[in-house]
Structures are given as structure tokens and as C-alpha cells.
T-cell receptor
Framework: DSGVTQTPKHLITATGQRVTLRCSPR?????VYWYQQSLDQGLQFLIQ???????AKGNILERFSAQQFPDLHSELNLSSLELGDSALYFC??????????FGSGTRLTVV | GESVGLHLPTLSVQEGDNSIINCAYS??????FIWYKQESGKGPQFIID?????DKRQGQRVTVLLNKTVKHLSLQIAATQPGDSAVYFC?????????????FGGGTRLMVKP
């Protein structure tokens, strides 16, 4: 157990739908990062939050959004889902840019 | 099983041999580097890290070498075991105006033959 908890582990949904992925960071970590891993693109950085505020953005689609709550857990919202959004979504947490620890991921399948 | 890329470079080694996995990173301003191991269906697992003010760091059976001149990172695994079979990623951390960001290389699949 890495200390980073992601739920759900698996999610199957239809095109056009909206889903929410949840991440609880490791105790004491203020930063949360979201990554997408698909078959042909490896691990792609989506977005980072630090203590509730957005700090960095990668190649995140406008249909995707995230937030970090006062208790430091984070949610990644994916809307108007397309088949190409099927992927593993990972959350990582860290203490300000060092010691990144990953969760076990959410596997999203869009049908 | 889970695949993290259809066209990953693959390194095949005999059990007991040493393995060397290489990575070229992109940003000369990166200050921190990490090697991760990813097994099928699991999240990336931290193996070893190194800061940019060092050129070598050793762990248990693993060594990371950093060559900033050519922006090259390598992971050496001693006495490779079947349990080392996985995909290995290097990652670099750098800061820009937006904050710090950890970006990943494309990964190398290590296959250990018994």
C-alpha cells in the first residue's frame, strides 16, 4: 500500500457520460498530481494541485477538470466522454516536488 | 496483461545477469530524477531517485547514474531476478512559472529469462 488511495479501481461508462475519479493523498502530502496512461502515450501529466490551489497544467482537455478539497483529497472530473478517454488514470502525491508516490489507478473504459 | 505501450523498447536479460536501462531526459533545468517500476495492472512504484547535484546514487541492488552533460540517466539492476520483470520509467522534475512538474520518459520493458 503506497498510502495514496484511488477510487474506484474500475469504471465502465458510455460515451457522452461524466465520471468522477477520487484520490486521497499520502498523509502529510500537500501536492496532488493527475496522470493519464493510455496504450500509445505512456504517462501523461494532466494537472497538479497544491494545498487546494491549481499549480500546473499539462495536456488536459477542456472536458476534464479537477479540484482539491480542504481535506486535501482531489477529484478528477471527466465529461462528454469519448472512446479515446479509455485509459488508466493515476494520482500521485508529494511533499513539494519530491518523493512522488503513486496510487494504484482507476481503469476507465468508455464503451 | 496490462500494457503501457504497444511499442516499448524491450531489454531481455538472463536471471542473475546485470541490467542497464537507459533514459534521455529533455530539460536541462530538471533538478530531480526518479526511476519507477510498473508491473502489469499496478501503479508506478518508486525505485530510486537522484538530485541534480549528484552523479551516482546506490540502493539495494540498484544504482542510478546521472550525466547532466548529455542529459542521460541510467538504472543498473544487479543480479536481475524474475520479479524485476516490469516496465521501467524515468521521470524528471523541473520548475517553471506554473510550478513543479514531473514528466515521464516512454518506458522500457525488462524481461528476465529464468
Amino acid at each position: 500500500d503506497s498510502g495514496v488511495t484511488q477510487t474506484p479501481k474500475h469504471l465502465i461508462t458510455a460515451t457522452g457520460q461524466r465520471v468522477t475519479l477520487r484520490c486521497s493523498p499520502r498523509s502529510g502530502d500537500l501536492s496532488v498530481y493527475w496522470y493519464q496512461q493510455s496504450l500509445d502515450q505512456g504517462l501523461q501529466f494532466l494537472i497538479q494541485y497544491y494545498n487546494g490551489e491549481e499549480r500546473a497544467k499539462g495536456n488536459i482537455l477542456e472536458r476534464f477538470s479537477a479540484q482539491q478539497f480542504p481535506d486535501l483529497h482531489s477529484e478528477l472530473n471527466l465529461s462528454s466522454l469519448e472512446l479515446g478517454d479509455s485509459a488508466l488514470y493515476f494520482c500521485a502525491s508529494s511533499v513539494v516536488g519530491y518523493g512522488y508516490t503513486f496510487g494504484s489507478g482507476t481503469r476507465l473504459t468508455v464503451v | 496483461g496490462e500494457s503501457v505501450g504497444l511499442h516499448l523498447p524491450t531489454l531481455s536479460v538472463q536471471e542473475g545477469d546485470n541490467s542497464i536501462i537507459n533514459c534521455a531526459y529533455s530539460n536541462s533545468a530538471s533538478d530531480y530524477f526518479i526511476w519507477y517500476k510498473q508491473e502489469s495492472g499496478k501503479g508506478p512504484q518508486f525505485i530510486i531517485d537522484i538530485r541534480s547535484n549528484m552523479d551516482k546514487r546506490q540502493g539495494q541492488r540498484v544504482t542510478v547514474l546521472l550525466n547532466k552533460t548529455v542529459k542521460h540517466l541510467s538504472l543498473q539492476i544487479a543480479a536481475t531476478q524474475p520479479g524485476d520483470s516490469a516496465v521501467y520509467f524515468c521521470a524528471e522534475n523541473f520548475y517553471d512559472n506554473a510550478g513543479n512538474m514531473l514528466t515521464f520518459g516512454g518506458g522500457t520493458r525488462l524481461m528476465v529469462k529464468p
